[in-house]
C-alpha cells in the first residue's frame, strides 16, 4: 500500500500522456517484485530513476513535434524577462517611481504610490525568478547545447547579478552578471526564432472573439491618452503652481518665457492622434473579416504596447511645457500631478502584459483551417 | 529508428535479455535476466522505445487481475541493430580478454616492452 503511494507520488512528476502508462507498469512490477527476489523499494527506485531521466521532449510524450514544448517555456521565460526588464527599466528611470508634489495630493495617495512601486519591483524580481526557472525546465527538456548554454548564462546571470546588489563586489561582477544575462536571453532569443520553425501552423479568432478585445483596448488607449493630455496642459502645470489660476500661469509663462500655447497644444495634440489613431488601425485590422492572424492575444499585446508607448512618448509631447513652467517659476522639471505618477505605472503595466502575453502564445489546434491567413511559429 | 547516442554495458545486458529468444518480456524480467537494477533498466527500456528500438504494448491476459504488465519486443529494425550492437560489445570484450591473457604471457617470456 505504501510502496503503491510511493509510486503515484513519483509518477505525477512525469508529463501527462505517459503518467498513467508507467503508472501501470510499475505497479505491476512492484507486486510481482518479491517473486523476482527483489523489493518493492527496488521498483520504486527505479521509476524515480526513470521519472529524472525521461526524455521529456519525446513526440510520444508531449504530443507535439521535438522541440516545440522547450521552445515554448523558453518563450515564456523571454516574455517575463522582458516584463521584468520594463518594470525595472521605469523603475530606474523614475527613480524609484514619480512621486507627486502637488498641494492636493492626499497621503492615502502617497502611501498607495509607494506601495504600487514596492510591489511592482518585487514583482519583477519574482517574474525574473519564474523566467530562470522556465529557461531551466526548456534546456532540461531540449537536451541541446546551445539551449544548455542559454540556460546556464540565463540561470547564472541573474543570480550574479542579486549577489552583487546584495554584497556590493567589484564592480566587474556586476558587468559579468549584465552581459551573463544579456547572453542568455539572446540565445534564448535564437533559440525561439532560429532558423528551422518546428511547427508552422496558423493561429485564427474569429471577429466576435477579437472585436470585443479590440473596442475594449481602442477605448483603454482613449482614457489614457485624454488623461494624458489634459494632465499635460491642466492639470500638472496647476500642480506645479497652485498658487496661481490656470489662466494667470499661462499669461506668466508667456510673458517670461514667451511661451506658445498653440505649439504646445499642436505637440499634445500630435502626440494624442499618433497613438489614438495607431489604436484606431488596430481596431479596423481586427474588424476586417479577413484578418484572422488578429487574434484576441495578439490584439491585446498590439494595444496594450500602444498604452505603454504612449506613455513613455507623453515625456516628449510634454517637455516644452515642463521646461517653460521651471524657467518661469523656477520650481523642478519634474511632474507633480496625481495623474503624471500614476500613468508611468499604467504604461510600465501595460508593456510588462505585452510582454508576457507575448511569450504565452498557446498551443496551435486550429492548423487545418484552409482559410486562415497567417503563419505563426510556434 | 534513431541510433543510439551512448551505449552502456548495461544497454548490451538488456539487448541481450531482448535476443535471448524469451517472451514475453517486460521490465521485470529485464531486471531478473540482467542482474541490473530497475534505475539502469527502466531509463534503458524507455531510451529505446523513444528511439524506436523496442515498442511496448499492454498484456492481453484476461486471467490476470490487478494492473497490466507493459510487455517490450523489439522492432524489426532494432533487433538487427541489437545485434550489431551486441556482437560489437562481444568482439570488444573479446579483444580485451585476449590482452589481458597476452601481458602476462609477455611478461613470463621477458618479451615486454
Redesign the interface.
Known amino acids: 500500500m505504501k510502496s503503491d503511494v510511493v509510486l503515484r507520488i513519483i509518477a505525477l512528476m512525469l508529463p501527462g500522456p505517459v503518467r498513467a502508462r508507467y503508472l501501470e507498469e510499475w505497479r505491476a512490477d512492484s507486486l510481482a517484485a518479491a517473486d523476482a527476489g527483489l523489493r518493492r523499494r527496488d521498483i520504486a527506485r527505479g521509476a524515480a530513476v526513470l521519472t529524472l531521466t525521461i526524455d521529456r521532449d519525446l513526440p510520444a510524450h508531449t504530443k507535439e513535434p521535438r522541440g516545440a514544448v522547450p521552445r515554448r517555456l523558453t518563450r515564456r521565460g523571454l516574455g517575463l524577462f522582458a516584463a521584468a526588464a520594463v518594470v525595472l527599466t521605469g523603475a530606474w528611470l523614475t527613480n524609484g517611481g514619480i512621486v507627486p508634489e502637488g498641494r492636493d495630493i492626499s497621503p492615502q495617495a502617497l502611501v498607495t504610490l509607494s506601495a504600487v512601486a514596492w510591489i511592482s519591483f518585487r514583482l519583477a524580481i519574482l517574474a525574473v525568478l519564474v523566467g530562470v526557472l522556465y529557461f531551466g525546465c526548456a534546456g532540461v527538456m531540449a537536451r541541446s547545447t546551445r539551449a544548455r548554454i542559454a540556460t546556464a548564462a540565463a540561470v547564472t546571470g541573474p543570480v550574479t547579478i542579486a549577489l552583487a546588489v546584495t554584497f556590493n563586489p567589484h564592480w566587474t561582477v556586476m558587468l559579468a552578471g549584465i552581459l551573463l544575462s544579456a547572453f542568455g536571453f539572446l540565445v534564448g532569443l535564437v533559440l525561439v526564432t532560429g532558423p528551422s520553425p518546428i511547427s508552422l501552423e496558423r493561429r485564427v479568432a474569429s471577429r466576435s472573439k477579437r472585436i470585443p478585445v479590440a473596442l475594449l483596448g481602442v477605448a483603454a488607449v482613449g482614457v489614457v491618452i485624454v488623461i494624458g493630455a489634459v494632465d499635460l496642459l491642466v492639470w500638472n502645470p496647476q500642480a506645479k503652481v497652485p498658487a496661481l489660476s490656470f489662466d494667470a500661469i499661462y499669461a506668466r509663462m508667456v510673458e517670461v518665457d514667451q511661451f506658445s500655447p498653440s505649439s504646445a497644444i499642436v505637440g499634445v495634440t500630435l502626440w494624442a492622434a499618433f497613438w489614438g489613431g495607431s489604436a484606431v488601425t488596430v481596431f479596423i485590422l481586427a474588424a476586417r473579416r479577413s484578418q484572422m492572424w488578429m487574434t484576441p492575444r495578439r490584439v491585446s499585446m498590439l494595444l496594450l504596447s500602444i498604452i505603454g508607448s504612449a506613455v513613455f512618448f507623453r515625456f516628449f509631447a510634454g517637455f516644452s511645457i515642463g521646461m517653460s513652467i521651471a524657467d518661469t517659476f523656477g520650481t523642478n522639471g519634474a511632474s507633480s500631478s496625481i495623474a503624471s505618477a500614476v500613468l508611468p505605472y499604467v504604461g510600465q503595466l501595460a508593456l510588462a502584459t505585452a510582454a508576457i502575453l507575448s511569450g504565452w502564445a498557446p498551443k496551435i489546434r486550429n492548423a487545418d483551417i484552409p482559410e486562415a491567413g497567417d503563419v505563426a511559429v510556434a | 529508428m534513431v541510433p543510439l547516442s551512448r551505449v552502456t554495458p548495461a544497454t548490451v545486458d538488456v539487448l541481450n535479455a531482448f535476443l535471448s529468444g524469451e517472451a514475453p518480456i517486460?521490465?521485470?524480467?529485464v531486471?531478473?535476466k540482467t542482474g541490473r537494477?530497475?534505475?539502469?533498466?527502466?531509463?534503458i527500456l524507455?531510451?529505446l522505445?523513444?528511439s524506436g528500438w523496442v515498442t511496448s504494448n499492454?498484456e492481453d491476459d484476461s486471467e490476470r487481475t490487478?494492473?497490466?504488465?507493459?510487455l517490450y519486443e523489439l522492432t524489426s529494425d532494432g533487433a538487427a541493430a541489437a545485434r550489431e550492437v551486441v556482437a560489437a560489445a562481444e568482439l570488444r570484450d573479446h579483444a580485451r580478454a585476449a590482452r589481458v591473457v597476452a601481458v602476462p604471457s609477455e611478461i613470463a617470456a621477458g618479451t615486454l616492452a
Open positions: 517486460w521490465g521485470l524480467f531486471v531478473k537494477p530497475a534505475g539502469s533498466v527502466y531509463p524507455e531510451r522505445e523513444g499492454w490487478g494492473p497490466r504488465r507493459r
